[in-house]
């Protein structure tokens, strides 16, 4: 089977297992080695105040709701000032709350009533650009060039005879050229930005020492308001490398033929691990064991984990797990080199399966082999998934990340089993994938369709009024929180179950070990303290000891003592 070379095989009980992860008993103070954080997409969560877009107000309402999950933080996508161009991670004002979704007020609740639960506020904190009706891009767009103003963002003069190609050949993130030109007051054509996203997304300049500033600033401005830490966004691209050299590989970074990720001119630059340093220390000024996450979609792995060593952030994602396939020895190499690379730099590894970026995985486990769709989203051109096969499977995935030692992201809607929406109307999409690609990649509108909370209500109880920003799916409804909270075999009481026990049972903070005996079966399985965790990936049920179950991914998993394929089961190892 497929585990490092030279481990250990180790004999317990009558499993004969090869140990890869050992539990830390003197680390266990830190409550973000193991945690649960529940990644709420405001916009899309609960509307309170009835204009068809979430707000705060209704995340404070729910909060009794989501502590039933017993969850350690919720991390909120951005709610500040915004024109909304890229739902909010493009920012005009980081001290500020939009008024779609209420006001500073309201944020100061939330985070009082998350405490009086026991919950921890995460913010996002979007470094590596804002909006172009930020304060800061506006002044820059009217100053002269070389001016300070404009030296907090990237300009340069194009090329070509009268500047009117581009400075390199960089592209967007989501589609066509990474440079916009502007015009000068006087109505001629002026220099070019650098966005490395939408062109209403300019990139900051972080050679420029009040760049660090203003964003030490505004980390205190939400610390000093008690938030429990912050999810870094595009964490991996604030420094570019000097000369700005042109790129010929992906947009994204990841490595291509020729093209090594690790190459890439505006990622993962070595002067970027300063930045999260002196961050690092501002956090560690405060009380609470604050905490920073990183969105780094760095590849190989082992580059990854330079964002956690011990002076800079405390997590990171881990992309590799989003992304991995139904395939078992593909599944067993991912959690096995997370574990090594991280054990390395004494960082937690983190596992999550969906967020608002990623068709959620339902859809994704439910897509047939051969009509997967390369890029975000599905849309209703595309070979549509099986649901029921993607529930039956999503289930089976998240049971088994909750027994792995850890910390674990949640995706607002997947403890509904809520599949993407693949077929909202293109007149209705909003992500800026989708427009400047001309609707080649059909973007991720899909996963941030707003929640249904009451089967019988207009927008599934989403809004007060029956508005919802964008349509929700018909078959919402026996998705509804209200039907699943009555029925003891739903995805919502499975999640409430696995969630519960993997406290009582502190697999967070606990040991993994292969139990390679059914690899040839098609089946995961590992040992996290006396807890032995099986998926069966396979097409034939699975053989297993006769031990007490724990919990299984979907009622009736075990046939006497075999385990269906697309299911997972703990068992207690006596
Ligand atoms: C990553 C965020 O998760 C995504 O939603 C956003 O579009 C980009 N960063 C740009 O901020």
């Known amino acids: 089977m497929d585990i490092a070379p030279g481990a250990p095989s180790m004999p317990t009980g009558n499993l004969r297992l090869v140990p890869v992860h050992d539990a830390s008993p003197d680390r266990e103070q830190q409550w973000w080695r193991s945690s649960v954080i529940y990644q709420i997409y405001p916009r899309s969560f609960r509307d309170l105040r009835g204009d068809g877009i979430g707000d705060l107000p209704g995340i404070t309402a729910e909060i009794p709701t989501l502590a039933e999950l017993d969850i350690d933080a919720i991390w909120l996508s951005p709610f500040y000032v915004s024109p909304q161009k890229d739902a909010g991670y493009d920012v005009a004002d980081y001290c500020d709350v939009d008024p779609l979704f209420g006001t500073l007020e309201d944020f100061d609740n939330l985070v009082a009533t998350a405490k009086n639960h026991g919950i921890r506020v995460i913010v996002d904190l979007v470094p590596n650009h804002c909006s172009d009706q930020h304060a800061l891009f506006q002044a820059a767009l009217t100053a002269p060039e070389n001016s300070p103003a404009r030296d907090m963002f990237i300009f340069r003069d194009g090329t070509g005879e009268n500047g009117e190609n581009p400075p390199n050949n960089w592209q967007s993130h989501f589609g066509g050229p990474a440079w916009t030109r502007t015009t000068n007051p006087d109505g001629t054509p002026g220099q070019w930005y650098l966005h490395l996203f939408d062109s209403s997304q300019p990139d900051f300049n972080w050679d420029n020492p009040a760049v660090h500033d203003e964003f030490e600033r505004i980390l205190r401005f939400w610390l000093d308001r008690g938030v429990g830490g912050f999810r870094v966004d595009v964490a991996h691209a604030l420094i570019k490398k000097s000369g700005l050299p042109d790129w010929g590989g992906r947009a994204d970074g990841a490595s291509t033929e020729g093209f090594p990720g690790d190459q890439a001119p505006m990622f993962g630059q070595a002067g970027i691990h300063d930045i999260y340093r002196s961050w690092r220390k501002i956090l560690d000024d405060y009380d609470g064991d604050r905490v920073l996450c990183a969105e780094a979609t760095i590849d190989p792995l082992d580059r990854l984990t330079d964002w956690v060593r011990n002076d ?263």
């Open 312 to 574: 800079e952030m405390h997590q990171t994602f881990n992309f590799a797990y989003l992304h991995h396939p139904w395939n078992p020895h593909e599944l067993r190499r991912i959690i096995t080199t997370s574990l090594e690379a991280f054990d390395k730099v004494g960082a937690p590894t983190t596992w999550v399966l969906s967020n608002h970026d990623v068709v959620r995985h339902v859809s994704r486990f439910g897509q047939a082999e051969g009509h997967t769709r390369p890029g975000d989203g599905l849309g209703p051109e595309d070979f549509q998934p099986d649901h029921e096969l993607g529930l039956r499977r999503a289930r089976a995935a998240t049971v088994l990340m909750l027994a792995l030692p850890g910390g674990v992201y949640l995706y607002q809607g997947e403890e509904l089993g809520l599949p993407d929406h693949t077929m909202i109307p293109h007149e209705f999409r909003q992500d800026p994938t989708f427009h400047r690609t001309d609707g080649v990649r059909v973007g991720r509108d899909g996963s941030r369709v707003p929640l249904p909370w009451v089967a019988d209500a207009p927008s599934y109880g989403f809004s007060s009024t029956g508005k919802s920003w964008l349509p929700q799916p018909g078959l919402w409804g026996t998705h509804s929180r209200d039907i699943q909270q009555r029925n003891p075999d739903s995805t919502l009481s499975l999640y409430r179950k696995a969630l519960k026990l993997r406290r009582e049972l502190n697999l967070g903070h606990g040991s993994l070990a292969w139990w390679p005996e059914k690899d040839s079966e098609g089946a995961v399985a590992f040992v996290n303290g006396n807890v032995l965790a099986v998926m069966n990936m396979g097409t034939e049920p699975v053989e297993l000891p006769e031990f007490e179950i724990l919990c299984q991914s979907s009622p009736g998993a075990m046939a006497h003592t075999r385990l269906r394929p697309n299911r997972t089961v703990w068992m207690r190892i006596p």
